[in-house]
């Protein structure tokens, strides 16, 4: 027996290949295995940027004894769950229905054909605080399996029965109308932190999707506490220790209402939206801070998650080491009074202490804080903060970095194509777009490949052995069409049709369901399929978006019926959880706008494209183009000829147009305001 990880392309499962556990990857062959030895599988789900994932590793996986015990009795499996987000989801839900709550790392004990009976999370070496150790619950399963098997299958079919049984009630028929709208932001308002913005207590997650939402309906209703809610939400955590004072780029999340502490792993989906969400805030109000944000975020991804091939790395740890060589959290982003001192001098020191929060006894551990910016430092110096945030940044370079990542995933990336792409359009910086294009391209080259299908992941520019689930082909089709928007290259919106056909062929269901798995993927206990928006939009409200869009562009009626069958469940969930159907809100935002069809004849990036683009309408399509072979790229573009010579612009909804016009200005008023008719 060995530890088979070292051949799969995983780093989370890369860093478990020299445990002396004898992992193996998830495949048929563990199962057989297990039926072989007939002994329990061990699954134990996980990511590279867990903490407790490796705190879990360091004290069970890394023992000898642990290891030995492990082999002997199991057959135990390792899965990364953001290579396979259908095998997490499928255990996850299991063991939030046994347990009442889930999370990384999972623990989960399975039968040979893949039935969970026992279930749990981070186990600890020794017993405590109630919790059993890792080695007595692997005695007492080892034990029932042994001694009771009829019991431990008794429930291994009783869960499996109570999983099948929990069908999803998509919201009946019709789409998400004004009154579900509405109580959805009453529901959001009812849930909104008046004092430090967000929503909830603590733990505080960014609401990017939430956000998006408030931005959509105010950009529909002009309804100002929609837009207070975002911008407060917005300007806080910017000025809280979730986002890097230094560096740009925002973390997980906060561990406090406040935002003041982040448990400070970096993912590229939470910098990607909120990076659109920021340039999307700047849009609506002109604010310096968003924008500022907005282009610092987009910084943060291209220098620090941006791979040799293109496209981007999934996260950058939250542990690194300290100045003692020991592997903490947080250490390469924290400072003391001392530190200060020691890059700055005395009189920087004092002013740096005084900007960023910086106290004698520390906002985080050891005495150490988080940088941000309480305000209460009076007028500043805007050179002499630059200045200083410079030096600190350079010195915070010297540190030992926390480990990255690497491995692309397409549904992220889709995210971040979007974000760079309409952040580089906004803010004339050509740079974005290209990089976005890159990564564009190199989905288009790995994951789509020769097999015509997207492939989940891939690291080194080698494609990985999952196939890609739902939230991939919505977020990439997404990235796709922001990209086509702003390049005016109609390639894009092809390749995104491609996607969304297969979303149509492959994952449609009954009534407008939509499955996170295609109709031919692996078979899993049972086929999963969630529509709530959580950290990233769901597989479901990413694939309705982009499917309106789509239809928006082409004029295609199925496109549109799918996209309103999907909402449905946002008329069912938006009135009861707003907060985690933010993504499927806004879609229903634009869907009650049109939405509006911008077609540009004339050139791309010329006044009137780039005014299009800056319309706030909410999920308005813009084409632009000129010349014969336009409306071979657009169908938008199609009989849109010049008027007087000058380049032109319509703007359509429910098949009716309003007057075209050569003036930025009367378009602009024409994308701003709250539709009519």
């Known amino acids: 027996m060995a530890n088979r990880l070292a051949q799969t392309t995983s780093p989370y499962l890369l860093q478990h290949a020299d445990n002396p556990v004898d992992w193996w990857p998830w495949s048929p062959e563990a199962f057989e295995e297990a039926r072989r030895r007939d002994v329990p599988v061990l699954l134990s789900v996980g990511y590279a940027a867990c903490h407790w994932c490796h705190v879990m590793a360091h004290e069970s996986f890394e023992d000898d004894a642990t290891a030995a015990y492990m082999n002997e009795h199991f057959v135990s499996v390792k899965v990364d769950r953001e290579e396979r987000p259908d095998v997490d989801a499928v255990y996850m839900e299991a063991v939030q229905a046994a347990t009442g709550h889930g999370g990384w790392p999972m623990t989960v004990f399975l039968t040979a054909d893949g039935e969970p009976f026992y279930f749990g999370t981070y186990f600890p070496p020794e017993a405590r605080h109630g919790s059993p150790s890792f080695r007595q619950v692997l005695e007492g399963v080892a034990e029932a399996w042994k001694d009771r098997r009829d019991e431990v299958a008794e429930v291994a079919g009783r869960i499996v029965a109570d ?3 929990r069908s999803l009630v998509h919201g009946g028929d019709g789409v998400p109308g004004e009154s579900e709208v509405a109580q959805a932001l009453l529901g959001l308002t009812r849930e909104y932190d008046e004092q430090h913005g967000g929503f909830g207590g603590a733990p505080k997650f960014p609401p990017s999707m939430a956000v998006e939402f408030l931005l959509r309906h105010y950009a529909r209703t002009g309804s100002e506490g929609a837009l207070q809610m975002a911008a407060d939400t917005c300007a806080a955590m910017a000025r809280g220790g979730i986002y890097d004072q230094l560096g740009g780029g925002f973390a997980r999340y906060s561990v406090d209402r406040e935002w003041i502490v982040p448990h400070f792993e970096k993912m590229l989906y939470d910098n990607a939206l909120l990076c659109r969400v920021y340039a999307h805030l700047w849009r609506a109000t002109g604010s310096d801070e968003a924008r500022r944000i907005a282009l610092e ?6 220098r620090e998650l941006r791979t040799a091939e293109g496209g981007f790395a999934s996260a950058l740890d939250a542990d690194s080491e300290d100045a003692d060589g020991r592997h903490v959290e947080g ?13 700055l001098g005395e009189d920087d020191a004092a002013f740096a202490a005084a900007y960023y929060g910086v106290t004698e006894d520390g906002t985080f551990e050891e005495g150490a804080s988080v940088l941000r910016l309480p305000g209460d430092a009076g007028p500043v110096d805007a050179d002499r903060v630059a200045d200083v945030r410079a030096r600190l940044l350079a010195a915070r370079e010297q540190r030992p970095r926390p480990g990255r990542d690497d491995k692309v995933v397409a549904a992220w ?8 792409a309409e952040t580089g359009a906004y803010f004339d910086r050509p740079d974005l777009v290209e990089r976005a294009t890159e990564a564009a391209d190199l989905l288009v080259r790995v994951h789509l490949g020769e097999v015509a299908r997207l492939t989940r992941t891939s690291k080194d520019g080698r494609a990985g052995d999952n196939a890609g689930v739902l939230e991939d082909y919505g977020d990439v089709a997404e990235g796709f069409l922001a990209l086509a928007a702003v390049t005016g290259e109609g390639a894009w919106l092809e390749f995104a049709g491609f996607l969304l056909d297969i979303v149509l062929e492959q994952f449609t269901g009954e009534g407008g369901q939509l499955y996170d798995t295609a109709h031919d993927a692996e078979q899993l206990i049972r086929r999963p399929q969630d529509p709530t928006d959580s950290a990233t939009p769901s597989g479901w409200t990413a694939a309705a978006g982009a499917l ?5 562009y082409t004029g295609s009626e199925p496109h549109r019926t799918a996209a309103e069958g999907a909402l449905g469940v946002v ?13 499927g809100l806004a879609v229903a935002e634009a869907l009650l706008d049109g939405p509006r069809e911008v077609a540009v004849a004339g050139p791309v990036g010329g006044e009137l494209h780039r005014t299009a683009l800056l319309g706030r309408a909410p999920g308005a399509v813009v084409a632009a183009g000129e010349g014969p072979g336009a409306g071979a790229e657009f169908p938008l573009l199609v009989d849109r000829p010049l008027v007087g010579g000058q380049p032109t612009a319509y703007v359509c909804r429910h098949f009716v147009c309003s007057a075209p016009t050569t003036d930025a200005g009367e378009l602009a008023a024409a994308l701003a305001g709250p539709a009519g008719g």
């Not at 975020?297 to 291209?302: H, I, L, Q």
Request: charge should be positive.
């Open 163 to 165: 999983l099948a049984g």
């Open 331 to 343: 250490a390469y982003y924290v400072w003391t009074p001392a530190q200060l001192r020691e890059v």
């Open 571 to 583: 008329k069912a969930l938006g009135p009861r959880v707003p907060r985690f159907v933010g993504w």
């Open 548 to 552: 309106l869009s789509y239809a928006a």
């Open 413 to 420: 990336n889709g995210l971040a194509v979007a974000a760079l």
């Open 297 to 302: 975020t987009a910084d943060f991804m291209v």
